[in-house]
């Protein structure tokens, strides 16, 4: 098993930055896909960014491809968020993700997650 902590959130101007981090429990960090994924008010659970576990195979949504960073450090046990002009619509709580592979790809479907941290909220103000 793993478990997840974020960290990073906060409050922030539209078109300033935020760097979140996912830190991970366990021996095992450099099996792990790891993804991150968003909940604004109102709305579904939203795919975010997701690293494979290499990292060398990376995956953004539309909305925040060119903005934002998803990295990871397997010798840190840590997925970094690095979350650049950001946007009112990027308000949300930020959830990190694992999921076990044995391949180095990865999925944008939460539900293939079984790990969850207990997210960070990113409030951006117009």
């Known amino acids: 098993q793993v478990q997840l902590v974020e960290s990073g959130g906060g409050l922030v101007q539209a078109g300033g930055s935020l760097r979140l981090s996912c830190a991970a429990s366990?021996?095992?960090?450099?099996?792990?896909?790891m993804g991150w994924f968003r909940q604004a008010p109102g709305k579904e659970r939203a795919f975010v960014a997701v690293?494979?576990?290499?990292?060398?195979?990376?995956g953004y949504a539309h909305s925040v491809k060119g903005r934002f960073t998803i990295s990871r450090d397997n010798a840190k046990n840590t997925v970094y968020l690095q979350m650049n002009s950001l946007e009112s619509e990027d308000t949300a709580v930020y959830y990190c993700?694992?999921?076990?592979?044995?391949?180095?790809?990865?999925?944008?479907?939460?539900?293939?997650?079984?790990?969850w941290g207990q997210g960070t909220q990113v409030t951006v103000s117009s």
């Open positions: 690293i494979s576990t290499s990292g060398n195979n990376i």
């Open positions: 993700a694992a999921r076990r592979r044995y391949s180095d790809n990865y999925s944008v479907i939460s539900g293939d997650y079984g790990y």
């Open positions: 366990g021996r095992t960090f450099s099996s792990y896909a």
